[in-house]
């Protein structure tokens, strides 16, 4: 009954074995895979369960494996070199599956540094264009403000010279009148020169004009003091 029970779940183990290598060599393909990807998988969180859960269940058949050649009165030679190859078949694949974990997850990790440090150049990279836009837009804000400024101190100095021009103008016009009326002082001073006794009669007028004037600064005197005195 121990040597059939023995046999039974040798078999067992052996079909476990076979899935347990399966599993691993799916698994491993990760491995291959990991350039372009920096997450776990739901593929490879379900794969790592399976690989898991089938360790343990190996374990449990192994441990069964053992208590069947214990109570066994004569164990054959045969039966225990096949439990210690089980046993050694299990220390390999839980070897080879920490191994293939530990280099996905170092690959997983390295992919990450690299898209860190990659992301940090990328924003690096957008601050200088960035700060060259905004250098930029100043440059051009105050090219455009000296612009401006030239073209309102163009402004005021054509003002400036309009204001002139006209002053000139003005000038020129007071020059041409002035000379306009002393040619015609001139000109009235030789018509009265040539006419007989015109000087006379304007020298009676004058002479007529101040008498006028002083009687005319008399009475306005009197009616003054008038005022006051009375």
Known sequence: MSSSSFTQTRSQALNLEKQTETLLSK?????????????KSNDESSLESQISSILEKRETLLSKLNRISDSMDNLSTSKLQQLTRHKEILNDHKSSYLKI???INDERNRNNLLFSIRSDINAHHQSENESSSAAQNQEINANDYILDERSRVDNANSFADRLLQQAFQTRDELYQQRQYLENAQSRMLSILSSIPGINVLISQINTRRKRDTLILAGVISVCILLLFFV
């Open 101 to 103: 974990k530990s280099n």
């Open 27 to 39: 698994y491993s393909e990760f491995q291959n895979e990991q350039s372009n990807i920096i997450d």
